[in-house]
């Protein structure tokens, strides 16, 4: 999950939530098809804190940011009611698209429970086609990036 092989280490972003009465199975552990929100949510703050809201990709920048691949790695359980910690960075942001990464632990132990990731593609909103990251945008999220290349 780290970045490219030279690049620097990206800022991380760092937010918490807890596991909640939906997220459980009947063993009563976080189930794998939960882990996605909070991949998302994670993005969604990440976003937040640099002052875009989520729709404000479609209105203020004119792209989506359709999912590409997802991918998990799952390292401890996570139960009701634990308070995990998000840990979100850009591991690689190239010319049309990002590879969002995120380390989740339990808050109080610093356990790591999953890791994971996903790549987002730039479209154009209204086409779907693929499409430079906006220069603005890039700016905005480049501290919380740790490779940019051109792929």
């Known amino acids: 999950m780290s970045g490219d092989r030279n690049a620097p ?7 918490t939530e807890y596991v909640r009465w939906s997220d459980i199975d009947y063993a009563r552990i976080m189930r794998y098809s939960a882990y996605p929100r909070f991949l998302e949510l994670a993005e969604a703050e990440l976003f937040r804190s640099l002052g875009v809201q989520y729709h404000e990709l479609f ?3 004119g792209i989506s940011l359709p999912r590409r691949t997802m991918h998990f790695d799952f390292h401890g359980p996570a139960r009701l009611d634990d308070q995990l910690e998000l840990a979100a960075w850009f591991g690689h942001m190239g010319a049309t698209s990002l590879r969002f990464d995120l380390e989740i632990r339990q808050a109080a132990s610093r356990e790591l429970v999953a890791t994971g990731q996903m790549v987002l593609v730039c479209t154009a909103v209204e086409v779907l086609e693929k499409r430079p990251i906006p220069e603005e945008l890039r700016a905005l999220i480049a501290p919380y990036t740790a490779g940019q290349g051109r792929g």
């Open 59 to 61: 209105t203020r920048f």
């Open 9 to 15: 280490p990206a800022k991380r972003f760092v937010t």
